[in-house]
């Protein structure tokens, strides 16, 4: 009797953390396919899970400030390919490659980045 429940008990675990696992998003149909550039300051970047963000402002013509949100990996991964939350620090002049939303927004997804002091951060071509 007892090891019965025991696999009920289990098999409802399972079954009720079974949406939490396939709960991932995707970026199809809402991210450009192209890559486009962004001239900056960095305002932040959050080195965190679920993903990690660089804030950067970006000065347009006018002279007024545009803050640009922009997606990158999570920390394990980003660790693993030797980047750590120093990677980008808040007063870094940055030239990012991202790949905006649709809608057009101030965000999007990184692709890489070419810092003042000429150290290349994910893929620059």
């Not at 970026?27 to 486009?36: A, F, K, L, W």
């Not at 007063?91 to 890489?112: A, T």
Request: net charge negative.
């Amino acid at each position: 009797m007892k090891k019965s429940y025991l696999n009920l008990i289990t098999a409802l675990c399972l079954l009720a953390f079974q949406q939490t696992a396939t709960a991932h998003h995707s970026t199809v149909g809402q991210i450009e396919e192209t890559s486009i550039e962004i001239e900056g300051v960095v305002k932040e970047f959050q080195f965190k899970n679920p993903h990690s963000w660089i804030q950067v402002m970006v000065t347009n013509d006018d002279g007024s400030e545009t803050e640009w949100s922009v997606e990158w990996l999570i920390p394990n991964i980003l660790m693993r390919q030797g980047y750590n939350p120093a990677t980008f620090r808040p007063g870094d002049q940055v030239r990012v490659k991202l790949r905006q939303h649709v809608s057009g927004s101030p965000m999007g997804e990184f692709d890489g980045a070419l810092k003042a002091d000429g150290k290349i951060v994910g893929r620059w071509e």
